[in-house]
């Protein structure tokens, strides 16, 4: 049997169309996307479908489609017997992982992410934070310049993703700021993010005290596999430290590169991104171009995938 990890994408992979052809293709798919309009009150489906994008890249919006999308594609591999050795997802990525893994109920995760998406939108004044990307400079290099900034306009690291690609996270002034002086200190560029707030800084504290109270009511269950959690980048399946990290996740940095190279080292036949897009194919070829990747987002996608799959070794 082949041995393979999941990985999830997060927010910013969203694009109207996500899952439509998957809706149409299987029942099982059909079901799940039902389920949800029906759990959230609102016909997500159609939002996903249809658009208009401007109101699918809302947080509240963005954040249950990309996760239900992944789920329905989860299901798929697993009624053709794929099940993976160990887990992962990009920020709300995670959350996907976690229903793959057995800690979370598919629709209890559905409607936890719509509300993390609200309470993300509502911690910080829109326009007033900000984030952006820093690429071709070390991680370490990045954080001497936020240390002298000072905390009058504080800036984080949120997103280590893979070498020469993190994103930095805060106040708009601070994050202008720090990225004036990143380019004066060797950043071969330095873009800004089109996002609604600072998220993963410690300015989203706030959200997460109130998101916290939320999880309280979800049953959060042991996960049947490694899933590797965002803020240690270390494996984890005990319930009530999964809670507690997803708490802490909002506010810290996503550890992704960190969580690839384990994966590099498990002796894998492959990491699978399953969900829309193809962002976290890219960041495992970073990180160690001789791993083989799958994206699964469509009828075509799944096919090729599970043909490979049940090849002999």
């Known amino acids: 049997m082949k041995k393979v990890a999941f990985i999830y994408p997060g927010q910013g ?6 899952g439509q052809k998957m809706y149409e293709h299987y029942s099982e798919a059909n079901d799940l996307f039902k389920q949800a309009d029906e759990a959230l009150g609102y016909s997500l489906t159609s939002l996903m479908f249809e658009g208009p994008s401007d109101q699918l890249t809302k947080t509240e919006n963005a954040q249950p489609a990309l996760l239900l999308n992944s789920i329905a594609i989860t299901k798929l591999l697993k009624k053709e017997g794929i099940e993976p050795q160990m887990t992962a997802g990009h920020s709300l990525g995670e959350y996907s992982a976690l229903v793959a893994a057995g800690s979370l109920r598919a629709m ?3 409607k936890l992410v719509h509300e993390r998406g609200k309470l993300m939108e509502e911690a910080y004044p829109t326009g007033k934070g900000a984030m952006a990307a820093v690429l071709g400079m070390k991680q ?3 954080q001497a310049v936020l240390n002298d900034l000072g905390d009058d306009e504080p800036v984080d690291l949120a997103n280590i993703n893979c070498p020469g690609q993190i994103v930095i996270s805060g106040t708009a002034p601070g994050v202008e700021k720090a990225s004036e002086q990143l380019k004066e200190a060797g950043a071969k560029r330095v873009l800004p993010l089109n996002v609604s707030g600072p998220f993963h800084s410690r300015l989203m504290a706030p959200a997460s005290e109130r ?3 939320k999880l309280d009511s979800v049953n959060v269950e042991d996960a049947g596999i490694p899933v590797y959690a965002n803020v240690t980048a270390e494996p984890v399946q005990e319930g009530e430290k999964i ?9 810290s940095p996503v550890r992704f590169h960190e969580i690839l190279e384990r994966f590099a080292e498990s002796e894998l036949d492959a990491i699978v991104e399953v969900g ?10 970073k990180v160690n171009r001789r791993l083989k990747t799958f994206s699964v987002q469509d009828p075509d996608s799944l096919q090729s995938f599970v043909e490979w799959y049940k090849e002999e070794k």
């Open 243 to 251: 809670e507690k990290l997803l708490v802490e996740q909002l506010y």
């Open 276 to 285: 829309q897009g193809k962002v976290l194919s890219g960041l495992v070829k």
């Open 140 to 142: 370490e290099d990045i």
């Open 108 to 110: 209890d995760a559905v």
């Open 211 to 213: 998101f916290s109270e």
């Open 13 to 18: 992979s969203q694009e109207v169309g996500m």
